[in-house]
């Protein structure tokens, strides 16, 4: 009998919202676990083993999907936008596969890290002051085991939204940071403006047209207690609401993001992209605020950067898509943020038949939005300028399906949070643990006393340095309030 997305509604949680599911049934900070919210309101939640990776990502992935074909996920159409199989991310450094750049500057973290995962929540958005609360498995019928666990989340839902004003499920002394945490930049404003320039440099040369300019900053706190990865998010999540959200904690590693730029959505036999490049502030002043969408939507520098982006999206689409496939389905509209304005277009293409998720990572990743064109020459120059492995930072994270599905956002208006290590060499090995065996206790050791945070920008001929400069603080403000570190 062929698998199915089997599901279960649960009536009686429809008054709940995703951070108490996730605090009460995930809140050990130790154990892998993940929450992802999507643009249409949905918040999916669930746990899963460790996808062993012991090689390349692509070659694995490629060997897991064609696995997935002998036995097909039968989904009904008005099933929640989500698809167990793999929920993880992979890390910038990805790129060794996927364009044989040089394995010059290995990451700390692993270069992917995804869950294994055949059941989840959904809770949907708000209709009529309510949600719809479903919960997701993989199987032929409920029955056995998957039953078993239907019954035990239905049950522990129902009594969570009978009793709402229960304490939060986390360990007693993990207290609140009794001081702000330290701040530093990779690159001081000399330096960055420096490299700006040197950007500007490579582009008169005729190496590249734009470049993705990034730099790193650690935050990192001496409280026993380590950093609160759910308040981190509950604060970004008001601060800086966006389309693609997540919290992703895998092998003491955690991934908090409030992303504005999909990677990639494959669908049906399709996929699409939206790159996302050019940024303006956002103003409490109605005018002024839109003074400045209306600057941004004119600009030569912004319009052209954007430009140069999505033609490098549309060939490198080009490579699985059937021929004449591609079309720029949306181009330079301004979205509207919190606490940004934006440049967004979008490209589709139909992909070529027995074309998998895999391919499309193959021929798309790293996204030009975060790279530069051409891709190849951009990334070998930003490697020399930066100086660093970018790790999580301007990678992907999100879902790949059973069906063949995905959604991958941009790793962008990202945290990071894990372990420091102290002069004498305290710390964690965050990816120790084997695959499936229980969670290390959340020791002084392994709570998240790091957090890093990964901002740039698309630098072209027409660039005035200080703006850039202006924009990658624009773009870290909500993540150094989210974290106390203003």
Known sequence: MASRLLRHSVAGAAALDPATVFRALHGDPAADAFWLDDAHGWSIIGTGSRWPLDGPLLPALAAEERAWRTDPLVVDADAPPFRPGLVGWLGYEVARETMGVPDARPSRYPDAAFLVVDRAIALGPITG?????????????????????????????????????QPVSQSPDLDPLPERPTVRWRDTRDQYLDAVRACQAAITRGDAYVLNLSTEIEVTTASAAGFDALEIYDRLRAISP?????????????????????????????????????????????????????????????????????????????????????????LLEVETHPRVHQLVSAVAARLRPGAGVAEVLDATFPAGSMT?????????????????ARGLYSGAFGWIGRDGDADLAMTIRSIVLDAAVDAGGAGVDAHADTPGAPPTPPTRANRATRATIGVGGGVTALSVPEEEYDEVELKAAALLEALGAV
Do not use: C
């Open 372 to 388: 530069g064109a051409p891709k190849r020459s951009a990334v070998e120059i930003l490697d020399r300028l930066e100086q660093r």
């Open 129 to 165: 002051g309510a949600r719809r609360v479903e919960l997701l498995a993989i199987g032929s019928a409920w029955t056995g085991e998957l039953d078993a666990w239907r019954r035990r989340i239905a049950a522990a839902l129902e009594a969570l939204a009978a009793n709402p004003t």
């Open 242 to 330: 966006a389309p693609h959200g997540g919290v992703l904690r895998i092998g003491g590693v955690t991934l908090l993001s409030s992303s504005p730029e999909r990677f990639v959505r494959v669908a049906g036999g399709a996929v699409s992209t939206h790159p996302v490049k050019g940024t303006r502030r956002r103003s409490t002043d109605a005018r002024v605020d839109a003074a400045l969408r209306a600057e941004l939507a004119a600009s030569v520098k912004e319009r052209a950067e954007n430009v140069m982006i999505v033609d490098l999206m549309r060939n490198d689409l080009a490579r699985v898509s059937v021929p004449g496939g591609v079309e720029v389905t949306s």
